[in-house]
């Protein structure tokens, strides 16, 4: 009985996936009959019987991941009960590959005596798809093994397959590709790699971002605004602010901007009801904050925004990214949003195309903040700006309505006291 252990396919593997089995328990089979189908990260390979003879146990089902070394399945020789018992004896007959001394030795001897030559599964799956007897091939490995690069000089000498290469026969070279690709995966495997499993928080933020992009067609829309006046006005606020023992930042006056606005364009308020194809108009203004912590981005939410003063949204704000960083948010300050900022201005960048908060209809990204020299009544002076970018579900809103709803921020933003006067 031999046991078949799972070989390296890849060239610096160390494990495998069944893809599938070709054949079934009790099978008859012979040698270098394709038995299963194993995936790696390098390569898709077919490993194929060692001996003729009878399947007598599969140990793993299609869709298992194993070790290499891992006996997947064993295999009765088909004249094993005529061996002289001292040939049954010599130890373990599986199909390591063998090393140096009396393994090697007699691993080498038996397969010879079989008429068969030595190789890895893997070297012969390369053999198969480059039409290569590789019976006729001379291995330069350990005990006459057959290795990768005993093929390649076979292609390159063979007087035959050189023959078909120069009547422009391409087939030959799309079939030594494997050998390559396996060098190459070799390289690769040389590198430096560190590996993270896909987990957790993260883990949910990558399945929220791909339903995000895959179900919502984005479109984003870029503006700039000038800063000037509501930073005046921030800075006479900020004694009244201090007293209150509250840090007073720009994002307050933004998220009362933005809920005037999503009053006026109900569209960037609403989302669409997949399984009904409704499209549900908000008239609650719950604003999600993007806020970076360790463990990835969370959005909590301030539900209500519309009925907040500065101060309290302030205050808010402060005290859910406070929450967030430390894992302190429940799952009711973290659902529920109808509108999401992302506030990315103090770690820098002008211009973005942020994913939606699905199943949000449109996101807004604020920018830094800088001088820049800009024209004003044909003159040129310097102003505090702004970069805004509005991505936004296409399926909803119009490219001319996504427009209105940036001007109208900045109307509201560029002259303050109008934001003020509007608050309700």
Known sequence: MI???????????????????LIKEGDAVTQDQPIVEVQTDKVNAELTAPITGVVKKILFSAGDT?????????????????????VSDEGDNSLEEPGDGIGTDRMSKRQFEAGRVLATPFVRQLAREMKVDIQQVS???PAGR????????????????????NHGNDTLLRKRDPIKDANQAKNEVAEPEER???????????????????????VTHVDELEMDALKDLKDQLKAHSEDKEIKLTFLPFFVKAIVIALKEFRTLNASIDEKTKEIILKHYYHIGIA??????????????ADQKTIFQLADE????????REGKLSLEQITGSTFTISNVGPIGGIHATPIINYPEAAILALHKMEPRMVVRDLE??????????LSFDHRLIDGVTAVQFTNRIKELLENPIRLVVEMR
């Open 196 to 218: 993270i499993l896909l987990k957790g928080i993260r883990k949910k933020i990558a399945e929220h971002m791909v339903k995000s992009v895959s179900t919502i067609p984005h």
């Open 66 to 86: 194993v070790e290499v070394g891992t006996t997947i399945f064993t295999i009765q020789e088909e004249n094993e009960m005529a061996l002289p018992e001292a």
């Open 146 to 165: 057959i290795i990768e690069s005993d093929l390649k000089r076979f292609v390159e000498t063979n007087s035959v397959l050189q023959e078909h290469h």
């Open 317 to 324: 704000i402060r005290q859910l990214a406070t929450d967030a």
């Open 380 to 389: 040129g002076v310097i102003r505090l700006m702004m970069n805004m970018s």
């Open 291 to 304: 806020t970076n912590t360790n463990e990835g981005l969370i959005v909590p939410v301030i539900k209500h």
């Open 3 to 21: 046991e078949f252990k799972l070989p390296d396919v890849g060239e610096g593997m160390h494990e495998g996936e069944i893809i599938q089995w």
């Open 139 to 141: 291995g330069t490995g």
